[in-house]
């Protein structure tokens, strides 16, 4: 007992000791602040471009309204550098300074102008190494009333979106015809292939991620959606599993959101009596939608892949 009461002083020496080592060990301040500047662990308000990190650079295709025109000013406040893609030319009263020098003119629903484009982007992307942060597949078309009929430039906001609230007939599989579906599975899904695989070395050099942009369609027959459309769009939901798997040992991301009923300008008729159902009873904003694509292309989804974020207010439930 004598003995162990003159050793118990000393021992505990030791120990206070080694709780100070481990506290104020070099090595260990070092680790901590080594995961306090990680970017995996920055929080969302420090992702903004930094002085000392090259600019980030984004290809956005259907930009020019809804969905693709928030996620613009989303990735822009960021300090990301935007370019953006539209069957349309760039509008000469935009007052986006840098809209003319990052727009590329393309028709999707033709592969050879898309091919077109995709050289164009690499010649582009030169100036940034060769590097390309996030590619985000936002157009698509829902052809409503006729085959002459081709829709939206963009997902245009929500499912279905047609090109007027004059237009509200549904394009079924026994009316559809051969041109509809080829055009919007052109536009809708292989087109997504085309940009994914001509820029996969740009991608894979930023290690960076794609977002195609589905719909609450492709999972359920909508009252607005035709037919092609939601097919369409239930195909590029597997297709980003598929990517995601290919992809992943590239080090690029894929990932989709699967919009609801979003309030931008082109609403079909009906939507509000959809809205009474949805949990949330309200329709989603653009701005909400550009949130959630952003995530998904910075560091706080570095462990995201092949997932498939639905933002509708809880309709899918």
Known sequence: MANRGNKEPHSAFPIRYSLFAIRYSPYTLHSLFAIRHSPYTRPMSETRHQPNEPRRTLILTGASRGIGHATVKRFASAGWRVITCSRHAFPENCPWAAGPEDHIQVDLSSRDDTMRAVAEMRERLRANGGRLDALVNNAGISPKGSASDNGSDSAGGRAGAPTGAAQSTRLSVLNSSVDVWRQVFEVNFFATIWLATGLIEELKRAQGAIVNVTSIAGSRVHPFAGSAYATSKAALASLTREMAADFGP????????????????????????????????????????????????????????GAELHINGGQHV
């Open 250 to 305: 590239l080090g690029v991301r894929v990932n989709a959101i699967a919009p609801g009923e979003i309030d931008t300008a082109i609403l079909s008729p009906g939507t509000e009596k959809l809205v009474e159902h949805l949990p949330l009873r309200r329709l989603g904003l653009p701005e909400e939608v550009a949130k959630a694509i952003y995530y998904l292309c910075t560091e706080q989804s570095s462990y995201v892949t």
